[in-house]
């Protein structure tokens, strides 16, 4: 071999030394580099506590994730951006997270209006839109890449209804609803069980968020239902209650699920004391994945007791993870993965598998309680 043969093959391996190094630089940043996740959701505005309370159960979660060895070595994280559940902020968020690769999967947004607005975009944009709060029957219907571990209004309000009419033998009733689109639907839904199962519904009002609902509930009265039915979130549901007692009202008050929560307490007082809700997550349930939760949750944040949200958020998380490990950083990949996952354990449904069909998780809890002495309580079947 000549001089310049050498030359040539020492230079030639010392390049492939450097692109060799420079190629596993590059790798290893990547890998170090955590997988995003971009969230869609209330951080100010009138559904501010919902984003704050998304956040702790996400944070919880990733601590459990991160501890177990995170996604393949890599850590999983999220971008939160404030849409204040406005469909025109989530629009824009929707355009934002579309357009950046680093985002695989979105989470949101908190309203089903809102997430709807988006879907178009998500779908065009080929990002799995995982709507985990939206029970809208129709957000699963606006395409392959929306996926939902939320139960649909279809499903839910006629367990409402039954427990009301059936359960509680509830006659005539009046159903005080949010006047927003999931509002209206969970009223559709509900109305038209309450019926089947044998009720009169005497009277439905649209409530929007406000302080004072004292007139709607004069004409409330002045339909003397024997039974109130409130399907709203907990911070208008306990101010409804409240005064409703004011005005007089003391029929037997059946509320959705929507309002579960420490906070339907402390904001409603004795106004509250045996109101009847039936809900997906309860904190006295003694499956392991509840206790995890819980245990896991009051360690992280000095003793705080959970809330729904609080579990929806934890398991849409762990359900994220689930999915990601399957199929990796690709966004397509991620939307076929949701068809793939098996028995992840999950709060509010024990073990998780989706329905492929309606893109939706099959087989939720269902807890009937009333409020009792200042706690939610399971329903023992005594009258109030």
Not at 1 to 7: A, K, L, V, W, Y
Not at 234 to 239: E, M, R
Not at 251 to 256: E, K
Not at 307 to 316: E, L, W
């Amino acid at each position: 071999m000549s001089n310049i043969d050498r030359r040539t093959l020492v230079k030639g391996s010392l390049a492939a030394m450097m692109a060799g190094t420079a190629f596993s630089r590059a790798a290893l940043a990547q890998s170090a580099e955590p997988i995003l996740l971009g969230v869609s959701g209330p951080l100010t505005g009138p559904n501010a506590q919902y984003g704050a309370q998304w956040k702790q159960g996400f944070d919880l979660a990733l601590d459990e994730i991160h501890a177990a060895g995170g996604i393949n070595g890599r850590k999983l994280a999220y971008q939160f951006e404030d849409s204040q559940s406005d469909p025109r902020q989530s629009v824009a968020i929707a355009q934002k997270f579309v357009s950046d690769p680093r985002i695989v999967m979105e989470l949101g947004d908190f309203s089903s209006p809102a997430s709807m607005a988006a879907s178009p975009i998500y779908q065009r944009g080929g990002l799995v839109q995982f709507g985990f709060t939206n029970s809208h029957p129709d957000f699963t219907k606006g395409g392959d890449f929306m996926w939902s571990t939320s139960v649909s209004q279809a499903d839910e309000q006629p367990l409402l209804a039954s427990y009301a009419v059936r359960r509680l033998g509830l006659k005539k009733l009046a159903v005080l609803h949010l006047n927003t689109d999931w509002g209206r639907t969970s009223r559709d839904h509900f109305v038209k069980a309450a019926k089947e199962y044998g009720a009169e519904v005497a009277i439905t009002e649209g409530i929007a968020e406000e302080r004072d609902f004292r007139s709607t509930l004069v004409r409330v009265r002045d339909a003397s239902p024997d039974g109130l039915i409130l399907i709203s979130y907990y911070s208008d549901g306990a101010l409804i209650a409240r005064q409703a007692r004011q005005v007089g009202l003391k029929q037997t008050i059946c509320a959705a699920s929507s309002v579960y929560s420490p906070k339907f307490i402390e904001l409603g007082g004795e106004a509250v004391e045996d109101v009847h809700l039936g809900t997906r997550y309860f904190p006295q349930d003694p499956r392991p994945e509840v206790r995890k939760f819980i245990d896991g949750f009051k360690a992280k944040y000095n003793g705080q007791e959970p809330d729904a949200f609080n579990a929806y958020s934890y398991d849409a998380m762990n359900m994220a993870a689930a999915v990601v490990k399957i199929g990796g950083t690709d966004r397509r990949a991620i939307r076929d993965a949701f068809a793939k996952v098996k028995d992840v354990s999950s709060v509010i449904f024990g073990q998780a598998t989706f329905d492929i069909e309606s893109r939706r998780v099959k087989g939720a809890m269902n807890a009937e309680l009333v409020v009792r002495k200042g706690q939610f309580a399971l329903w023992d079947g005594k009258p109030t």
